[in-house]
Every structure is written in C-alpha cells, then in structure tokens.
C-alpha cells in the first residue's frame, strides 16, 4: 500500500502511466480521481500503488477518521457483526508515501490548512449561536 503524493492531478495522471511505473506492473498501480463517488475512490485505493494530490489523500485519510473515530479494527469488527452498518472506509491504510516535488508539497502548499467539515443539525447550529451570544455580552 505505497502512495505517491504529487503536486497536482495532472501529474498524478501522468505518472501513473506507462512511463511512471517503474516500481510496480500498470495494473497494480492507479491514479486516485478529483471529485468523484466514494466508490471508485474507494476502488482505486483497493491498488497496491496509488498516485494522488496531496489535497485528495489527506481529505480521504480525515474523513476516514472522522467516520470511524479513535474505533479499533477489532472494535468496527465487532459493530459491524452487531448490525451496525457504517460504510467501509475509503482507504485501506496508509503505510507509506512518496513525495513528488516534495518543495511543492511541503512549502508551496504548506500554508492552506486541510480542514474537513460536515452538515450540522440544527440543534448544535442553535447551541453554537447561544455560545457566540453569551462570548460576546463577556467581552463587552
């Protein structure tokens, strides 16, 4: 489970074909794909070399923990022979990454912040107003 960590789709795509694999046969390789379903994400990271942006691995690695929490293998095991139906994760795991152009990637890109977010239910939405309310009569 190698990752190749590139600056930018295209030279994910590129890399990933014949000229750039070189450490592995074409079909143990794959180039993770910008803005699609969770499926094909998911099928591509099923390959034992995965070329991706740096953006798509650490979102999918995020999301990942944030769906499945602190949770052991043993523990989501366990839920899911319990009847609890959460999806599987989109990564396998992530052993090991090179970095491509790593100065792109750890310089260039190093000041935007990866922050994931999802939908919140109203009742934390009103919780987080009522917070911000009473932060503001504390400081005036």
Do not use: K, W
């Amino acid at each position: 489970m190698l990752r190749m960590v590139t600056a930018n789709e295209y030279l994910a795509r590129t890399r990933c074909g014949p000229a750039g694999t070189l450490c592995c046969p074409r079909p143990a390789a794959a180039a993770l794909p910008v803005g699609r379903e969770d499926i094909e994400r998911r099928a591509v990271y099923e390959h034992d070399v995965v070329y991706a942006t740096a953006r798509e691995l650490a979102f999918d690695y995020l999301r990942d923990r944030l769906a499945f929490g602190p949770r052991s293998e043993a523990e989501r095991t366990a839920a899911a022979l319990a009847g609890a139906s959460n999806p599987p994760p989109l990564m396998r795991g992530l052993c090991m990454a090179l970095l491509d152009e790593a100065d792109s990637i750890l310089l260039d890109e190093a000041d935007v912040p990866l922050i994931p977010s999802r939908n919140v239910p109203e009742a934390a939405r009103r919780a987080f107003r009522q917070a911000l309310v009473v932060a503001r009569q504390r400081l005036s």
